[in-house]
């Protein structure tokens, strides 16, 4: 039987990490669990940024550099809505995109669920994996913040896009999640799955805003498989994005190790982290979780296959 | 005073009729009550082809060479709808189009009424003139066919884009006409008008549409306004698209007379031919509706400015 992998999964490193998944275990049988959090509406449309980098990531549809959008992307649209004065300019919808939110849009509004229209969308792309969406309900990350002295909460992209989270983030919330019930087929994925992995996503706004639709980190504790995630931080640092700003704002150092001991024991039974912080794998271990440290640079597909390919050999160590 | 001049319009013939006209009187306060009935829903999105041929025409963003869409268009939206399987193919929505449509359809969902929607998209082109849709309410003209050996409902874009009427319409029904209500200002426009103007629109599906709303052809009926009206048909044949079919729907020949009687002369004060159907004009005037021929062709600004001149001349005829 082929092994059943189940990742929970957010934007770019979610994706490119998943990249590396396939090419590494390509007779496996992948689900992806995606962040819907940063999902926002836009100009009337329903967008998905993260559900769709992995999609556009894995159906070669993608714009490599940036890591997000499509490839060879035109702003006409966007460029129209200026003259019409509609914004927000800060969020860049090429046009290749709006068509995915225009067919998203339509479909949720002629009734389909989420999880129904983006498999829909799946069977353009081919990502190679079973893409579901944490929630076919409206969940949406705010974040707190203080502006010209003012203490505003706004949406997450406003404050990763617009904001470039130049401001500390006072507190974040998945507005949604406490009434949020899991995809259809999520939880059984994860009660039927051979590994658990936790890429090196953000462990706040994209694995956390996962694990908190109730009933998930249940599933992902409870589950029989293994649960082995990959560090998203690398010598003290984030290796993409501005994760250790919304870390501090739930209390968690920006280290490898506290990454880790705030998912907890309860959750991970294997955390690798980078040969940067292989210093830090005795603490990791000390708090119950099995550590080891490799490169968890996401370079190339090769690099980011060997990732994967540690990760699951450190999920069959825990299993064992 | 500014002499007001209403004009009940269609698409392409209405809106060059109208560019005449702003050119024949730029000092008039110009309002038109738009067709909305070949308005119709595409991919979620709301699409009034006539009101934005207007506004486009008059704001001098159209496409002159085809007469309807934007200027330097593109279609990648259109073409990723269809990589991801998503039709009709067969109406050709352009990436700045699109623009229109998503910020009309925006504003529509958040509550706004369709003249208000109209009302704010014309702050960007500047039309020159106040543009009206004729009703809130919402009208879609279905065309009755047979195709296959088979009676089928269709709507009005179906039979004009895809069939190219090809077949013939054997009945034609703006659904929802009878209970909608004009828009906010348009009685009061007609009741207030000095001259009200039928450009050589669409008899049927344009005119004959906006006059299907309850209490608009009473109101043109019953103005002060002497009515004026320019044939559509020169020479026996629409002197562009193909009015011919739909007027045949309603029992009328294609000829200029023709559609004069079918006006009547309950509605019409008078009535420009074109000098190749100068011969008719006792015909119309036996009708009871004074009739006059000239050019009628609008091959450039300064000859639609001319036809739009000898309208407003016969208006002052009839009402001295």
Redesign the interface.
Known sequence: MRMRIVVLAGGIGGARFLRGLRSAAPEADVTVIGNTGDDIHL???KVCPDLDTVMYTLGGGIDEEQGWGRRDE?F???S??A????GPEWFGLG??D???H??R??ML??GYPLSAVTEA?CT?WNPGVRLLPMSDDRVETHVAVTLDGERRVIHFQEYWVRLRASVDAEAVVPVGAEEAKPAPGVLQALAEADVILLPPSNPVVSIGTILAVPGIREAVASAAAPVVGLSPIVGGAPVRGMADKVLAAVGVESTAAAVARHYGAGLLDGWLVDTADAASAPEVEEAGIRCLAVPLMMTDTGATAAMARAALALAEEVRA
Do not use: N
């Not at 003259?83 to 509609?86: D, T």
């Open positions: 100009f009337g449309l035109s006409r649209v966007k129209e809505l003259a019409y004065g509609v046009d290749r709006f068509a995915t225009i067919v849009t339509q509004g002629a969308l353009r």
